[in-house]
């Protein structure tokens, strides 16, 4: 089987894209979304992408074409100063997942923010996410800490850790 080819997304795939992330959204807390989101509601942040050296959106499809998941870096916080630092996401299809497609995807990621203003990246993980902490920890990043029900969803409250690590090691 070919190998999972890792692209830049395109505005026809937003509809794919928002898919996968709703599975997640619906089933999940790993996005802290109550609602699924629409491609049309998605499209601003798909045009933050477009363009942008430090705002990438990456996609990673299989030898059928299919998009088995996507990756991107969007803003960390408002302030003007935050500029330098991105936040970072993940979601592969469930079925797409542990065969090293999420390691392959966010090295792209990163690689791909070289030559960018960009001196950190972050992530926060709902915990427990197993697969994510290994992944993130897995592509240099360290706990900076957790903040503790921070979140309700499903009727529970949900801890966040967060993950740091330089754009360039
Ligand atoms: C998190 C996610 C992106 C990881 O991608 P993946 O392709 O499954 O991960 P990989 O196969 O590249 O494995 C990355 C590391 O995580 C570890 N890992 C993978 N699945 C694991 C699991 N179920 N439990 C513990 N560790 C796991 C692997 O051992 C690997 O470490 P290693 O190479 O040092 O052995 C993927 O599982 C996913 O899309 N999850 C659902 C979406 C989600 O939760 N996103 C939110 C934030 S990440």
Redesign the pocket.
């Known amino acids: 089987m070919d190998s999972p080819q890792v692209r830049a997304g395109t505005i026809a795939e937003l509809p794919e894209i928002v898919a996968i992330y709703n599975h ?1 959204v619906l089933t ?1 807390a ?1 996005s802290f979304e109550i609602d699924p989101v629409t491609a049309d509601s998605r499209r601003p942040w798909f045009e933050q992408h477009v363009g942008s050296e430090k705002y990438r959106l990456l996609v990673v499809e299989g030898a059928d074409g299919r998009l088995l ?1 996507w990756a991107s870096t969007g803003p960390f916080r408002p302030r003007a100063a935050y500029g330098t630092t991105v936040e970072a ?4 299809r469930p079925e797409a ?7 392959q995807l966010y090295a792209a990621l990163f690689r791909s923010l070289e030559g960018a203003d960009v001196d950190q990246i972050v992530a926060g ?1 709902t915990l427990p ?4 902490v ?2 993130h920890r ?1 592509l240099g990043f360290g706990l900076v800490g957790t903040f503790h029900r921070v979140g309700r969803k499903f009727d529970r409250y949900w801890d966040v850790a967060w993950f740091q690590r330089p754009a360039r090691p």
């Open positions: 997640y999940t790993a998941g996401s993940i979601y592969l997942t542990g065969r090293g497609i999420g390691s993980i996410n197993d697969p994510c290994a992944l897995k």
